[in-house]
């Protein structure tokens, strides 16, 4: 089932995967994981072996569900939407079957009223599927990749490789500096800090950054959060200013 969201760059969050495995450094906190963990010990079926517990903590196990009964649902939505597409998995997972996603694509082309924004941690596969011809370029669908620091800087050229499409970064969580990022052919920068208990810190110089790299750039800028372990109380306001910047509906 979808859900209103409480992700301040996106109306609703649509999951036709449950389940993931760990990627890289951002992923060590991810609140997915921990909110899977919650909803597979309470019977619900879409995440059953999806985590498990190591280190006192639980953790993805690499499993992932298809789940075939919300594919229809954004055909059922009246008015217009922004959808994060799988806030709880990645379309992108290696365990998801190739025709899966192109099933999910197919929802998306026959929704225009939409727009759908796609996030993931492995650019690269579905640059591929853009390459071998299983995925087309969509006006209503945003692709993007997470890049929490320089180590994973090379996200970005797959991300760019794929052409005709609105293109974003998430900088979420943002736990290390990204210094002289190149942000041309990036549409829209996300930026935030990691929540949670166990959240690391963010530095506001690390954020500045990508912000003058956006305005160098021409890139849309979203500053989402400073995050800690009370995210409301710190806010998402910038030298006293909030950035709600959405790309523009044109796409290169």
């Known amino acids: 089932m979808s859900s209103n969201s409480h992700i301040e760059w996106t109306d609703v969050t649509w999951n036709p995967v449950a389940g993931c495995s760990i990627e890289s450094a951002g992923c060590t906190n991810c609140y997915a994981m921990r909110m899977a963990a919650r909803l597979q010990a309470m019977g619900h079926a879409k995440y059953e072996g999806t985590t498990r517990k190591s280190g006192g903590r639980h953790v993805w196990t690499g499993r992932v569900n298809l789940d075939r009964k919300v594919l229809d649902e954004p055909r059922t939505w009246k008015k217009p939407k922004r959808v994060f597409v799988n806030s709880m998995s990645d379309l992108f997972h290696p365990g998801v079957p190739c025709e899966f996603i192109e099933d999910v694509w197919t929802t998306m082309a026959d929704c225009e009223i939409h727009h759908f924004q796609v996030l993931t941690k492995r650019p690269s596969r579905m640059a591929d ?44 969580p943002l736990i290390g500096p990204v210094p002289n990022v190149d942000l041309s052919d990036i549409h829209w920068a996300i930026v935030g800090g990691e929540s949670g208990p166990k959240s690391r810190p963010i530095e506001q110089a ?12 021409g890139t849309a800028f979203f500053f989402k959060q400073w995050g800690g372990r009370n995210k409301k109380a710190a806010g998402r306001e910038l030298r006293g200013e909030t950035f709600d910047e959405y790309p523009h509906q044109l796409v290169a």
């Open 206 to 217: 690390w954020v500045e950054e990508i912000e003058t790299a956006c305005r160098v750039a």
């Open 129 to 172: 599927m853009f390459a071998d011809g299983r995925l087309r370029p969509l006006e209503n669908v945003w692709v993007g990749t997470s890049v929490e620091d320089s180590a994973v800087l090379e996200r970005m050229d797959a991300l760019k490789s794929i052409r005709g499409v609105t293109r974003f970064i998430s900088f979420e």
